[in-house]
């Protein structure tokens, strides 16, 4: 394994530390096979890796949007094994399927970092994984939304994230260990809105179309993208959300997620850190220089409310806590 770059200075960006290499030494090269670019969460987390995974800091980055596909993806990893890259990071579309392929970057003596979503297979076939914990946002959610209903029956409708990953499995279980408790809610329906805009709006007309306006009380969108979606459903049908009004509750907590959130259309936005790129290189420095990592690194994040809305669960939105979230 290639030692890694001196170092030669650093320079501060975006509030993150960053390391530059010698001039002439070899780049460590890095795959990282995306899901895609499904969503603005996506587009940050891209943006995030070209931004850590630079050559001055030491690293050959190459990124494949994977566009969803999840055998693209399996063939992408074998490419990365057959260029024999120093590392492989793999941000799994779906959960399940993984063994085979993991076995044979571990066969190939690549090290293989799992990042942001997580796989179905036993932790010894990768080196390490670094995310958030899926099903804490999903309980996040539900706790603030028994938080904020006190008692109050509710018609919940789910427009869940793409089927088989573990950012929709996650956020569904959470959100229904909660819901169990709560025998005075109802989930009267839940569908794939694949974690896009696009999807969110077909669901939720959807949704409308067989629900009518007055049979639900609560839409849980699995990421803003589809909260988006659902509110132009909403706004094409004459559905008015917000305080008083229907609940939208979503997940990723974007700038536009939290801008919504702050002018009360989203009522409580559950985040999901994209920024994950300088953890991971963390993970990557401490394996290259000999050391031991943990099998998981969790990245925090929280969640946030409305304007309005008093809440021990969650932070109620502000303009400083906008002016704190650039992606
Ligand atoms: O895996 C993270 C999820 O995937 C984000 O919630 C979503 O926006 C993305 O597409």
């Known amino acids: 394994m290639k030692k890694i770059l001196a170092l030669a200075c650093t320079i501060a960006m975006a509030g993150t530390m960053f390391v530059t290499a010698n001039a002439g ?10 899901v895609g670019h499904e969503s603005d969460w996506r587009m940050a987390n891209t943006q995030n890796y070209y931004d850590v995974f630079t050559e001055e800091a030491g690293f050959e980055l190459e990124l494949i949007d994977c566009d969803n596909d999840h055998a693209r993806q399996l063939t992408e990893v074998r490419n990365f094994i057959a260029k024999d890259f120093d590392y492989i990071v793999i941000d799994p579309i779906q959960s399940a399927g ?3 392929v993991l076995k044979e970057v571990q066969d190939a003596g690549i090290p293989c970092i799992i990042a942001d979503r997580s796989v179905d297979a036993s932790d010894d076939l990768y080196t390490t994984a670094v995310g958030t914990d899926m099903t804490a946002e999903g309980v996040t959610a539900g706790q603030w939304l028994a938080e904020y209903l006190a008692g109050e029956g509710a018609k919940i409708l789910v427009i869940e994230g793409s089927t088989g990953s573990s950012a929709a499995i996650g956020r569904s279980e959470g959100f229904n260990q909660v819901a169990a408790e709560h025998p005075e809610w109802e989930i009267i329906d839940s569908q794939d809105g694949d974690f896009t805009q696009n999807g969110g709006q077909q669901v939720m007309e959807s ?8 049979g639900f009380d609560v839409v849980v969108c699995h990421n803003d993208n589809e909260a988006y979606g659902a509110m132009d459903a909403m706004d094409a049908a004459g559905i008015k959300y917000g305080v008083g009004e229907k609940i939208i509750i979503s997940f990723d907590a974007t700038n536009e997620g939290l801008t919504r959130t702050l002018n009360g259309q989203i009522l409580c936005d559950v985040e999901c850190n994209p920024i994950q790129a300088v953890i991971v290189m963390n993970v990557i420095k401490a394996l290259q220089n000999g050391e031991e990592v943990e099998k998981f690194t969790l990245v925090p994040d929280e ?16 303009d400083e806590v906008l002016a704190g979230r650039k992606y």
């Open 303 to 318: 969640g946030f409310c409305a304007p309005g809305i008093e809440s021990e669960i969650v932070t109620t939105m502000t």
């Open 98 to 100: 993984w063994d085979n």
């Open 207 to 214: 949704f409308i179309k067989t629900y009518g306006a007055d």
């Open 25 to 34: 030494e070899e780049l460590l090269k890095i795959g990282y096979v995306q």
